[in-house]
Each structure stands twice: as structure tokens, then as C-alpha cells.
């Protein structure tokens, strides 16, 4: 994937249970993807992973998020201008599993 841009989003993941990933945008092996001016709330995991990336931009968004994002292996990469905070609890949802009720 090469030079798209994700803009203007707004996503929201409830905490989900019995998986081990509920991510908001994942980019693998990807050049000049920008993701700007958008909102993510994840209970569940973070709102943006990186791997193995060429030249992108992560530029002015809002990531309320339950694991901070992870950029790994990436080169020529731009991360500008975005504001980070700790995603509510669950998100109007459970907070324990339904297989361990509280």
C-alpha cells in the first residue's frame, strides 16, 4: 500500500474480551501512508500500529487508547502534533469478562 490518506475518522472500540487484538489502524509494510486529523477511543488495544513503514505521517490526531500506539521498524517516519490520553474503562460496556462476571 502505497500514498493513501486516512483522514477525518472517528473510530470507537469497546473493550472486548476472549481476543487478543481489537485494533484501531494497523499499516504493515506501507510507504507515505498519512493518518491525519482524525479521533480514536480503544478500550481494547491501541488506536495505531506501525510495522515495517516507509515515510508516513501520523499528524494532528486524538488518541484515547488502552496501550500506546507502536510504531516498530519504521524509517522517514513524521509524528507531529497529536494528543494522547488514557481511554475511559470500557466504553459503556463490561468491565470484567463475562466469564468471570463481577
Given at each position: 500500500?502505497?500514498?493513501?490518506?486516512?483522514?477525518?475518522?472517528?473510530?470507537?472500540?469497546?473493550?472486548?474480551?476472549?481476543?487478543?487484538?481489537?485494533?484501531?489502524?494497523?499499516?504493515?509494510?506501507?510507504?507515505?501512508?498519512?493518518?491525519i486529523d482524525h479521533t480514536c477511543t480503544n478500550a481494547?488495544?491501541?488506536?495505531?500500529?506501525?510495522?515495517?513503514?516507509?515515510?508516513?505521517?501520523?499528524?494532528?490526531?486524538?488518541?484515547?487508547?488502552?496501550?500506546?500506539?507502536?510504531?516498530?521498524?519504521?524509517?522517514?517516519?513524521?509524528?507531529?502534533?497529536?494528543?494522547?490520553?488514557?481511554?475511559?474503562?470500557?466504553l459503556m460496556g463490561l468491565t470484567a469478562s463475562p466469564?468471570?462476571?463481577?
Amino acid at each position: 500500500m502505497s500514498g493513501y490518506i486516512v483522514k477525518d475518522l472517528t473510530l470507537l472500540v469497546p473493550k472486548i474480551f476472549n481476543t487478543n487484538a481489537a485494533l484501531g489502524i494497523s499499516a504493515t509494510l506501507t510507504r507515505g501512508v498519512q493518518i491525519i486529523d482524525h479521533t480514536c477511543t480503544n478500550a481494547s488495544q491501541n488506536c495505531v500500529f506501525n510495522y515495517l513503514t516507509q515515510g508516513g505521517t501520523i499528524a494532528y490526531n486524538n488518541f484515547n487508547t488502552q496501550i500506546a500506539n507502536e510504531q516498530a521498524s519504521d524509517v522517514d517516519y513524521s509524528v507531529i502534533g497529536n494528543h494522547v490520553n488514557t481511554a475511559a474503562s470500557s466504553l459503556m460496556g463490561l468491565t470484567a469478562s463475562p466469564t468471570n462476571p463481577c
